[in-house]
Structures are given as C-alpha cells and as structure tokens.
C-alpha cells in the first residue's frame, strides 16, 4: 500500500515537473549587441518565450524594429532594451532611425 | 569681357586646387570644420521642428538634433582630452556662411513646400559632408582617436543621408 502511494505521488511529482520543466528549460535569454552602427550577431535557435536584451553601445539613440511590427524596441545611447519573443517566423528588423543597419530573427515555435 | 570672366574662373578654380593640395587641413582645423558641421545641422534640424507639421519631417529632424549633438559632445571631450584647440579656418566659415544663406532661404518657406526643400537640402548636405570627410578629412586626420571619430560619423551620416532620401520619397 505505502509502495503504491509512494509510486503515485512520485509519478504525480515526475508529471508536474515534466509540466513545467519544457517552458524553463526552453526560455532562453540573449544579448544582441549594436556597436558602430551595426547589430551584432543575432543568436540561432531562438524559440518561442525566449527573451533578447539589445545592448546599445553607441553614442546615438536606436531601435529594433520589426519590419512587419510586432516589435518596436527603443534602445537609448549606451542602454538597453527587452524583448519576448511571442511568435515563431522569420521576423527581419531594421533601426527606425539608421535603416541600413538592419538584421534577422527566426524564431521557432 | 567673357574671357576675363573665364580666365578668372579659371584662376579660381587652379588656385583653389593649388590651395587644397598645399594645405591638408590640420587637426585643429579638421576638429573645428567637423564641429561646425554639426552644428549647421543641428540648426537647420531646430528650425524644422519649429516650422515643420509632417510627423517624418520633425522625427527626422530631432534624430539629426539628437545624433549631431551627440557626435559634437564626443568631439568636444576628445579635443579637451588631447589637449587640441579647434582652429577657425576658411572652410569652416564658407560652411557656415552658406548655411546661414540657405536657413534665410528655408525660412520664407512654409507647408509642404518647405519640408521639400528641408529634407531636399538634408540629402544634398549630408553628400557634400559625406564627400568631405571620405575625400579630405578622415585623410588628413593625424590623431587616432580623430580619425575614429570622423569614421564613426561618416557611417552615420551616410545613414542619415539614406534616411533623408527615405523621408523625400514620401513627400513627393
């Protein structure tokens, strides 16, 4: 009786951290960093939940802006900004201020 | 009384090409022509968002505000860490000469007519500085650190200039 009580709550345990388990390990955190007018590189395998922090280290205000603007993220001289990604594709991103410097997220489900 | 006049543009433009080639422009000077540079922007961008009603025009022109200015702070410290005075000279003061000339003339203008010939003069400025800093300042620029700073703002410029053309594409 106590084997099979101690199976189920150890199975119920295994289920809720299986549960919960995917989404922590899944959300990642990121740094992009834009230095001299260009966007550093951006990481690959980005999924769904993970978030990226944009680090301006140059002199001038930016953003990083979606091209099809589900994001907009201001980015003062020398500070930073945050995004969650919330929707899996390919989401190309531009400064709405400096349009040459541009890059690319892919983002999986 | 046509070929004096020829004959005299023609001594103009020999002497100015003799006059270049003889005389790179020094540090100080390179520093003060780069400085007013910005500052001739920075007042055209001034009298935009004081005259200007189109959203674009106004952003544009307190990104130019925001982006000279924070090039000029920059220039201003690295002058003052190496010790250098910027030296008025020639060039610096046709700059600002035809600046002044060319804000009178933006001045008389209002509407769409006048955000036009703003952001027409942007794109035109931002070539001719562009122009400058590739052609005879970054190569003369003797100071490291200098010629950094010149490089970091010709990339900038060149996006400005690329932005100008963005903001003229719309109002036409």
């Known amino acids: 009786m106590r084997i099979w009580q101690s199976l189920a709550l150890g199975l119920a345990l295994s289920a809720a951290m299986a549960g919960a388990m995917p989404g922590l390990a899944a959300a990642a955190q990121y740094t992009v960093v834009l230095d001299k007018m260009k966007f550093g590189p951006v990481?690959?395998?980005?999924?769904?939940?993970?978030v990226i922090v944009w680090q301006n280290n140059d002199l001038f205000r930016h953003t990083a802006?979606?091209?099809?603007?589900?994001?907009?993220?201001?980015?003062?001289?020398?500070?930073q900004g945050t995004l969650t990604l919330t929707v899996a594709g390919t989401i190309p991103f531009f400064c709405k201020f400096h349009p040459g410097m541009t890059g690319q997220l892919v983002v999986s489900p | 009384m046509i070929k004096q006049i020829a004959l005299a543009a023609l001594l103009a433009v020999g002497m100015t090409g003799i006059a270049l080639a003889a005389d790179a422009p020094t540090d100080p000077q390179i520093a003060h022509i780069a400085y007013t540079a910005g500052v001739?922007?920075?007042?055209?961008?001034?009298?935009?968002?004081?005259?200007?009603?189109n959203a674009d025009v106004i952003a544009f022109a307190q990104e130019m505000a925001r982006d000279h200015a924070a090039v000029n702070d920059q220039a201003l410290a690295l002058v003052k860490k190496l010790g250098v005075t910027p030296e008025d000279n020639?060039?610096?003061?046709?700059?600002t000469k035809s600046a002044t000339e060319e804000l009178a003339k933006l001045d008389k203008l209002d509407g769409a007519a006048y955000d036009k010939a703003y952001i027409d003069n942007e794109v035109a400025y931002h070539k001719a500085v562009d122009a400058a800093l590739a052609d005879t300042l970054i190569p003369s620029a003797q100071n490291a650190d200098l010629k950094a700073l010149l490089q970091t703002g010709l990339t900038l410029f060149t996006e400005h200039e690329h932005h100008a053309e963005m903001v003229a594409g719309t109002l036409k």
């Open chain 1, 43 to 50: 990481p690959a395998n980005l999924h769904v939940g993970d």
């Open chain 2, 40 to 53: 001739i922007d920075i007042n055209a961008a001034q009298q935009a968002i004081a005259k200007s009603k």
């Open chain 1, 65 to 79: 802006t979606a091209r099809d603007k589900s994001f907009d993220v201001d980015l003062p001289a020398h500070g």
């Open chain 2, 90 to 95: 020639p060039v610096s003061q046709s700059l």
